[in-house]
């Protein structure tokens, strides 16, 4: 663990300081950070190694915004979704499956699992980690991500039941 902070995954190598050595903005440092704080790790990969810290750091750009809020999104479908929605939803994802050398219902089971998995760190982290959406810094994450759950949006015909359960919860 203490060799962490000697590691970068950050996808923005152009504009890299000794300062912030990870953008914050690329789904890159999105993978690393909430994986780090998934783990209770983030004390060996601090918030301000990130020129955008993941939770507090406002996201003024657009394109910012919605790489932020699609990352989350996704990952909460991932973690409410069954195999066949992924299947139905992303249909490459048995592109993905045939490389795997394994029978197909078993290499989307563990396609599936990954996902979920993944899904479920990311969902623990918005929801013991990041302050509700009225506490947090404006143009941050919990607080784009509040806005935007307030906002209509279309869901998968196979997960309307599932997303429309899920909202219940509380980030």
């Given at each position: 663990s203490d060799q962490i902070v000697e590691t970068n995954s950050c996808a923005d190598t152009r504009n890299r300081?000794?300062?912030?050595?990870?953008?914050?903005?690329?789904?890159?440092?999105?993978?690393r950070r909430f994986a780090m704080l998934?783990?209770?790790l983030e004390n060996y990969d601090p918030d301000d190694a990130y020129a955008v810290p993941l939770i507090s750091g406002p996201r003024n750009e657009v394109r910012d915004r919605e790489i932020a809020l699609s990352y989350v999104r996704n990952a909460l479908n991932y973690e409410v979704f069954e195999p066949v929605d992924l299947q139905n939803t992303y249909p490459s994802v048995l592109d993905a499956v045939g490389y795997l050398e394994l029978p197909p219902d078993v290499g989307l089971s563990?396609?599936?699992?990954?996902?979920?998995?993944?899904?479920?760190a990311v969902a623990s982290v918005m929801r013991t980690k990041a302050p509700s959406a009225g506490q947090a810094v404006p143009g941050s994450l919990p607080a784009l991500f509040g806005q935007a759950q307030r906002e209509p949006r279309l869901a998968p015909a196979s997960t309307l039941k599932t997303v429309a359960s899920s909202r219940d919860k509380t980030f």
């Open positions: 300081t000794e300062q912030y050595p990870h953008c914050g903005r690329c789904s890159q440092c999105f993978d998934a783990a209770g563990q396609v599936h699992g990954l996902l979920q998995r993944h899904g479920k």
